[in-house]
């Protein structure tokens, strides 16, 4: 038996609605958010992304980094 090990780096979103911080994480093969102690999976990352938009979320872009 044969086993390939593949890296699947995890990518992270931050997302803040008032003084309240939540976050997407992702390695493109599962995707969860976190928000207080909740963390739920969604099936992809624009999914994931729509939930926490209708929560009142919005993206944090001053934590990107330049690649």
Do not use: C, W
């Amino acid at each position: 038996m044969t086993m390939s090990n593949q890296y699947h780096p995890t990518e992270i979103l931050s997302f803040t609605r008032g003084d309240n911080l939540a976050t997407i994480a992702t390695n493109g093969m599962m995707t969860v958010s976190q928000e207080f102690e909740l963390m739920r999976q969604h099936r992809t990352l624009h999914q994931a992304i729509a939930y926490l938009e209708a929560k009142g979320y919005t993206i944090d872009v001053s934590n990107f980094n330049n690649l």
